[in-house]
Every structure is written in C-alpha cells, then in structure tokens.
C-alpha cells in the first residue's frame, strides 16, 4: 500500500433538510483496499458512497478521489469514470440487451469503437459468469445474473474503484453466492473496493478493514474479524448482536 | 425492483391482428363517396370547394405538431431542470397558458400581438417594426405552437418521472452526461410511456385547428361556412365537413394504434 490514499474523505457532512445524514465522516482508502461497511438502516451508508462518486452532493468537507478533488462539474465526470457503481436494485437499462447495457457507456464515454467494446463486454460477461446471456433482456435473467451484469457493465469502464452498495440485500438467497463470487475475484485481483453489505462471511474472506456507522458517523473501524468477534464499542456490539442474531 | 416493459416476455407469442377499427374508416370514407355519387348537388359542390381547406387543416396540424414535439420537449427539460431561473420561468408560461382559452391565445396573436409590435416600433422609431403586418398563417401556426408545446411539456414531464431515479442514476455512475442520459437512457423509456398520451395530443390539434378559421385562415372549418354563406344551406356543408374531419381523426387514432402496438413487438 502506498503512503498516499486513493479515496480521501475528511470531515465530510451532508443534510437532507433537517435530517443530518453525515456529521463529519473521516475516511483514507488505499490502493487495493476492500472496505466493507456495515450499520443500522438509515446510519448514512448509502450516502457516504453516492457522496464518493457525487450521486449526492455533500455539504462541508473534502473528497478526493485518485488526486481528482470533488468540486467542478468537470471533476465529476472525471471522477465518475474511474468509480464504478453497483447499486442494490441493480438498475440495468431494461429497454437494452445485455450486451447493449455494457456497450452504451463504453460506446458515448470512453469512445471505443463498437468491436472493441463488444469484445470487452464478451470477456467480461465470460468473466462473471454468463457469456450465453449477452443477447437477452434483463427482464429474462435472473436476480443474481442481472447484478453480474450490472457488475459487468460498470467494469467495462476500467475503473479504479468499484463502489457496492448492498449488491446482495434484493436478492433471492440462492443468488447470493453467485454475486459474492464474482465481487470476490475482483478483490483477489486487487481492485480497490468500497462495500456496503451485511454479509459477514464476504467480509471476512475480501476485507482488509471493516467499518460501523451509525448516526453519519464511523463509530469502529477493524479488520473485519476483530470487527466482528472483539468489538470495542458499545454502539458495535448492539448492532452486531441483532444482525447476528 | 426493476421497472420492465411488460411486454417483453410475451412478445414472442403476440400476433399482428388486424386492427378492426379500419372498418370504421372505411364506413366514413364509403358514406362520404356514397353522399358525393347519389346527391352529387350540394355534396360534390361542397367537397369540391373545401378540399383546399383539408389541405390547410393538414398542414397547419403538420407543422405545428412537429415544432410542438421539440418545443414540449426542450419545456419539459427546462422543468425539471436544478436551475430555478430556468424551472421557475416555464413553469409559470405553462401555468398561464393553460389558464387561456385556445380559441382566446390565437384572438390575441392575431389581433393584439400585431398592433404590440408596431406600438413598439414607434416608440423606437423602427420602420421594420412599424410596418410589421401578421401572416394569418404564421400566427395560427405559432399560436397553436405555443399553446400545446405547454400541454405536451405535461405529457413529457410526467414520462421521465415515471422512470425511476436509479436509471439516471446508473447512467450518470458511469459517466454520462445528463443529455446522454436523458437521450440513451431516460427518453426511449419515456417514450413507450408517453406515446398513447402523445397521439391523444396530436388528434386534439387537429380538432383544434377549426378555431384558426376565426383568424382569416382558410381551413376547412371556414371553407364550409363561406360554402354555407355563399349558398345559403345551412344543412349539408356541416356534415361533409363532419365526416372530413371524422376520417382525419379517426385514421390518425388507428396510426397512432398502430406505432404503439409496433413499439411494444419491437420488445
Ligand atoms: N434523498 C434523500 N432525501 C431525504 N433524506 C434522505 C435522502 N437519502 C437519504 N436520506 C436520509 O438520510 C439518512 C441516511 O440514509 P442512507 O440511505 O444513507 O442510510 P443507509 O445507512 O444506507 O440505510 P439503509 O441500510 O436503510 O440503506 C436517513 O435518515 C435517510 O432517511
Ligand atoms: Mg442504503
């Protein structure tokens, strides 16, 4: 791990009319590194992501993403095509093939040509699983290979970063594995990801840290086993044991 | 969860059939040619003097209704835009304009907008402006432009909102820009949505256009009064000119049947 961050988020808050979602969130990725964050439902994770590649605007403080800091609209764009995005309820564009889903953003952002881009988006959906699928529409797939496509499909912009909020929490539990695994590779093969999910088991084999927020705040940040089996604070060790149950 | 086209899975098993409505078509054309051959004075005499008229209506529809596609369209995006400048400025032109009866919209540009101008002219001592005469044609085409590019900003608007945030949000995550988005994304969605809403507006300007014949153009609505002034039947123009303008707006509801159907096959 280099000395300098590739995600820096300092003093970070956000309000949605009077309710303060985040209150000065302190946060260094590095190279590499798979975070995964857990916390009680309303706690400000989503938002902390979405404020990563600016899906939300935040109020004080400072993001810098990979020497870009997050300011003109400019900046944004330029951040947003080194951060890939994987969102709960997958949204894929429904009115486009699967192959077209991974085309579209690589076709109109990166410029690549259409034969370039088709064999990225092949390799890519080989890679995660479904290479037969590339000409149906997400309605026919399941809920498990719609999210690999959609893990596909933001790839296939060559991003530094991949952000995941919740990839697993809106499927069928016979799908989760499928989705874990392929989340699983891409942090064997070094990609820096930052990780909202509950699921423990992920954590443990992916994450080099995992964090507890709750009330906009990182209340604990460990290695995921400390995390979970030895926590410190109070506030961790009440939501651990009703997510443990 | 996703938003899917319901059609989609089904589309495989879906059939053209043949769409029924034709036959009503057909029925009005048959009466009008069966009106024109047995009782060839008036009906003839009339179909004969208004034709021109359905031209005009034909037209005037025609091109008011594409620049209200573009106008609604650009409207629409303005609405819904973070610039309240921009938001707050169309928002309120389509809260007066559909507050202002059509018929009312097209007395003003006619009469009232013409006088404004050469007002204007003197006090700026502009002959261009002084001298500035309305084309009856002109204005009806830009008064129904400005009157219904408000209603069809409505009919767009409530088309993007139905398309979930996630899909912008997608979008723009992988670096879109808001166009590309709106233009990739968000539209052709909207556009299965809309289109029902769309063909509605298209027939209602059409019906609409008979309030130009009351600002000195000759569509077909003034076409049969001036038979029915010059003639002194007060009877028959009426119902050729009923069943015209039945035929028109009735194959324009089976055309727009038609592209709705295709787009759902299409998926
Ligand atoms: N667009 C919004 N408008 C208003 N309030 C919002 C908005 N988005 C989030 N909030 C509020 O901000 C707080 C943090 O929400 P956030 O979605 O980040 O929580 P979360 O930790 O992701 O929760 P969950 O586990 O339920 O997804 C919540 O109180 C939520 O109601
Ligand atoms: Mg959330």
Not at chain 1, 102 to 125: C, F, G, M, N
Request: aromatic share 8%; net charge positive; hydrophobic share 50%.
């Amino acid at each position: 791990m280099t000395s300098e961050p590739i995600i820096h988020i300092e003093n970070v808050h956000k309000r949605f009319g009077n309710v303060h979602a985040l209150r000065g969130v302190n946060l260094d990725v590095y190279k590499g590194e798979v975070i995964v964050i857990i916390g009680p439902s309303g706690s400000g994770k989503s938002t902390l992501l979405r404020c990563i590649n600016r899906l939300e605007e935040f109020d004080e403080g400072r993001i810098v993403v990979d020497g870009i800091p997050l300011d003109t609209a400019a900046n944004i764009n330029a951040v947003r095509t080194e951060v890939g995005m994987v969102f709960q309820q997958f949204n894929l564009f429904p009115h486009l093939t699967v192959l077209e889903n991974i085309l579209l953003a690589q076709r109109i952002v990166r410029k690549r040509s259409k034969e370039e881009a088709t064999r990225i988006a092949l390799d890519l959906l080989y890679k995660v699983g479904i290479p037969d699928k590339a000409n149906n529409y997400p309605i026919q797939l399941s809920g498990g290979q719609q999210q690999r496509v959609a893990i596909a499909r933001a790839l296939a912009m060559n991003p530094k970063i991949m952000l995941f909020d919740e990839p697993t929490s809106a499927l069928d539990p016979e799908m989760i594995q499928e989705v874990l695994d392929v989340m699983l590779a891409l942090a064997r093969e070094g990609m820096t990801m930052v990780v909202v999910s509950h699921e423990m088991g992920f954590a443990r084999a992916a994450a080099h840290r995992a964090i507890l927020m709750d009330e906009g705040q990182i209340v604990e940040e460990a290695p995921p086993d400390v995390l979970f089996t030895n926590p410190k604070q109070e506030r961790t060790k009440a939501f651990l044991s009703k997510v443990l149950h | 969860m996703q938003t899917a086209t319901p059609s989609q899975t089904s589309s495989a098993t879906r059939k053209t059939t043949v769409d029924q409505w034709w036959l009503l078509v057909i029925a009005v054309i048959a009466l009008i040619v069966f009106l024109v051959v047995t009782q060839p004075n008036p009906y003839q005499r009339i179909l004969i003097f208004v034709e021109d008229g359905v031209w005009v209506t034909l037209r005037t529809t025609m091109i008011s209704f594409v620049l209200v596609l573009i106008l609604g369209l650009v409207v629409a995006l303005a609405r819904l835009s973070k610039l309240w400048l921009l938001r707050g400025f169309f928002t309120i032109y389509v809260e007066i304009i559909r507050g202002i009866p059509v018929l009312v919209q097209l007395l003003f540009w006619y009469f009232a907008f013409p006088p404004i101008i050469q007002n204007l002219g003197t006090s700026l001592n502009s002959p261009a402006l002084i001298n500035y005469k309305a084309d009856p044609n002109f204005m009806a085409i830009l008064g129904l432009t400005i009157c219904y590019a408000a209603y069809m900003s409505e009919v767009y608007r409530a088309g993007i909102q139905s398309i979930p945030k996630g899909q912008m949000e997608a979008a723009r995550s992988l670096g879109m820009t808001y166009f590309q988005a709106m233009r990739y994304v968000i539209l052709p969605q909207a556009i299965r949505v809309i289109l029902p809403p769309v063909g509605n507006e298209f027939i209602t300007l059409l019906k609409d256009t008979s309030l130009i014949s009351v600002v000195a153009v000759s569509d077909l609505t003034r076409r049969g009064r001036e038979f029915m002034a010059s003639n002194f039947i007060p009877i028959q123009p009426w119902i050729m000119v009923s069943l015209l303008y039945l035929v028109m707006t009735l194959i324009s509801a089976r055309v727009v049947h038609y592209i709705e159907q295709k787009t759902k096959i299409e998926r």
